[in-house]
């Protein structure tokens, strides 16, 4: 699987967008591209994935470059409680190992 | 819907005193099961995943070990606690297919090894 580097920590004001980058140059074309977050003392929570396309739901939306090489989670109008570790995973069709780095820490300012 | 329970929620052991975290899933079938540890301030480290009943595939040599008895149950175990055991023990879930399918996780079960 791809490795991913994502930068170790972001501020954000309340309200506004929060855009958090993921590089996987090496990502392959069958592999996928999860993000998940981790709130303080709890068990990560998944927020949305993609191959090729951009997608969206109700928590995030996510761009991928037409490259595949990097990506960025969006969430639109962040909140205090948005405030957690966010990390973006390289998954391969077929794969049962996720393999999770260290992740962004993200603080979403008052 | 489905739901994902572990305990105990906390947890405080001396060294060299065995270990038992259960982990149970309702409301799917055949899931994959998994085992992670997080130590203070660190990522997720994967330790165990499961496919089925009696099928564990390990990642990390240690002194940990796991069980899947039942279709839905998970348990991590340990005979002998080593200080650097102690850490947060995730357990997920996810369905089985051919794409990777998104993880759903327990509350954790945070262990203390004095």
């Known amino acids: 699987d791809a490795k991913t580097t994502q930068p170790p920590s972001m501020d954000c004001a309340e309200g506004r967008a929060a855009n958090l980058p993921c590089n996987h140059s090496t990502i392959s074309g069958n592999e996928y591209v999860y993000w998940y977050r981790q709130i303080h003392s709890q068990g990560p929570q998944y927020i949305i994935h993609?191959?090729?396309n951009n997608e969206t739901n109700e928590m995030a939306s996510l761009i991928i470059t037409e490259d595949r090489k990097s990506s960025t989670l969006i969430l639109p109008h962040a909140t205090l409680r948005d405030t957690a570790v966010y990390y973006c995973?390289?998954?391969?069709?077929?794969?049962?190992?996720?393999?999770f780095g260290t992740g962004t820490r993200l603080k979403v300012l008052a | 819907s489905q739901t994902i329970h572990q305990w105990p929620a906390t947890l405080v052991q001396p060294v060299g005193s065995p270990l038992s975290l259960e982990c149970t899933v309702e409301?799917?079938?055949?899931?994959?099961l998994y085992w992670y540890r997080q130590a203070a301030g660190r990522g997720l480290q994967l330790l165990f995943y499961s496919v089925g009943i009696g099928q564990i595939s390990s990642e990390v040599p240690q002194n940990l070990s796991a069980s899947r008895p039942q279709d839905r149950q998970f348990i991590l175990s340990s005979k002998k606690l080593l200080l650097s055991d102690s850490g947060f023990y995730l357990c997920a879930w996810s369905k089985q297919g051919s794409a990777p399918y998104e993880q759903y996780f327990g509350p954790g079960t945070r262990l203390t090894v004095t």
């Open positions: 409301g799917t079938s055949n899931p994959n």
């Open positions: 993609g191959l090729k």
């Open positions: 995973i390289a998954l391969r069709s077929g794969t049962y190992k996720y393999i």
